[in-house]
């Protein structure tokens, strides 16, 4: 699939602390006098407004002249233009989590300012500035993090450091008239779509390999859930091992995939043989049905608003992409091993704080 071009977002503005910076240009030993580009992947989208986004982002940022907060508000100028969102950057608090670090957008440390003031987007980044090529953990190819609302989460999404030196622009002999278009071209957006087809029975959203790994993993399950790999309490510090209890469901990660089949039109029996199984590695066949028929009838309020707006065909890309991203989760995560007795825990926690 070729990328769709994205025409920069013009609301864009670098902060003061940024443009400050922007002359930070390296010399190589030839005597050329550069600047590093590096691109971002934006995946996993989701907003209150517009569920979960079926494209990903590729945004390019030059490390001297950028910082995190112009990552953050170009995706939001994408989600305003595309009409996927309305939430504007300075709306809300939020959180960016990169390579293990926690970045907080700037005006949580502006005190005393008014709320005029504070919710001017050109002094946001003022109070605590991250330009690229200065973060507190350099950027390095393949670092991940996570943009999230501070209070409601609004607008979520995964970041992948997809190269950190993308591409070098050559500033040796340019002029400033040439020097502030190549500014205008940056940040530079490219919109990928996911393509995904809205046919529950087209399996597009997993390949054979993950198959015969979900396959694998769900019997590693099995002799997991069947045995005695818990801890249950029957004296002050006597514990005794027992079957593991099965989590609760999950609205989001779970309810809401069954959520969309439901109100797509599909059974069960259809839905858990073409992606159930595959999503809800952990979950038998029968407790997912119990489930499922409790949210079909006398819980279906729960599930109700899951793809409001959607046509049926856009429910089950949506369910797919749902459905994809709990299944890499969980092959991610391995093999389930057995919880740690409980007086060990409690020992290792009460020495790491000491």
């Known amino acids: 699939t070729s990328d769709k071009d994205i025409p920069s977002p013009t609301s864009v503005v670098p902060s003061t602390a940024a443009l400050s910076q922007a002359s930070e240009k390296k010399t190589t030993a030839e005597g050329k006098v550069t600047a590093t580009v590096c691109r971002f992947l934006i995946k996993d989208i989701h907003t209150s407004e517009g569920g979960h986004i079926l494209s990903n982002l590729h945004i390019d940022l030059i490390q001297s002249q950028h910082g995190l907060y112009d990552l953050v508000s170009t995706v939001y100028d994408v ?11 300075y709306s809300h608090l939020w959180h960016f989590n990169l390579a293990g670090f926690e970045y907080q957008n700037g005006w949580r440390l502006c005190h005393g300012k008014t709320s005029k003031e504070q919710a001017n987007p050109k002094t946001l980044d003022e109070a605590e500035p991250r330009i690229l090529s200065s973060l507190a953990i350099p950027l390095e190819d393949g670092q991940e993090g996570r943009v999230y ?3 409601n989460n609004e607008v979520q999404f995964n970041v992948i450091v997809e190269c950190a030196a993308f591409e070098e622009i050559d500033h040796t002999k340019t002029t400033q008239a040439e020097a502030e278009k190549v500014r205008v071209v940056y940040p530079r957006v490219t919109e990928l779509p996911i393509q995904i087809s809205g046919d529950l029975l087209h399996q597009d959203w997993i390949t054979a390999a993950e198959v015969d790994q979900c396959e694998e993993l769900r019997s590693d399950f099995e002799v997991y859930m069947n045995g ?13 091992p027992c079957k593991t209890i099965s989590p609760q469901w999950h609205r989001r990660k779970e309810n809401e995939i069954i959520g969309l089949l439901i109100n797509a039109g599909y059974k069960f029996k259809k839905s858990w043989k073409s992606m159930l199984k595959y999503a809800f590695i952990d979950r038998s066949e029968s407790a997912t049905q119990h489930q499922w028929y409790k949210l079909r009838n006398k819980e279906f309020f729960k599930i ?5 707006n959607l046509s049926n065909e856009g429910k089950i890309q949506t369910a797919k992409f749902l459905a994809k991203k709990r299944m890499h989760d969980f092959l991610k995560s391995g093999t389930p091993e057995r919880d740690p007795h409980p007086l060990t825990k409690r020992k290792r926690e009460e020495e790491e704080d000491f």
Do not use: H, M, P, Q
């Not at 989600?79 to 950057?89: C, D, H, P, Q, Y």
């Not at 109700?304 to 409001?308: I, L, R, S, V």
């Open 228 to 240: 005695e790999n818990s801890w249950k309490r029957v004296d002050y510090n006597l514990y005794e």
């Open 149 to 151: 609302g501070y209070v």
């Open 304 to 308: 109700e608003n899951f793809g409001e």
């Open 79 to 89: 989600l305003n233009e595309k009409g996927w969102s309305t939430v504007a950057i």
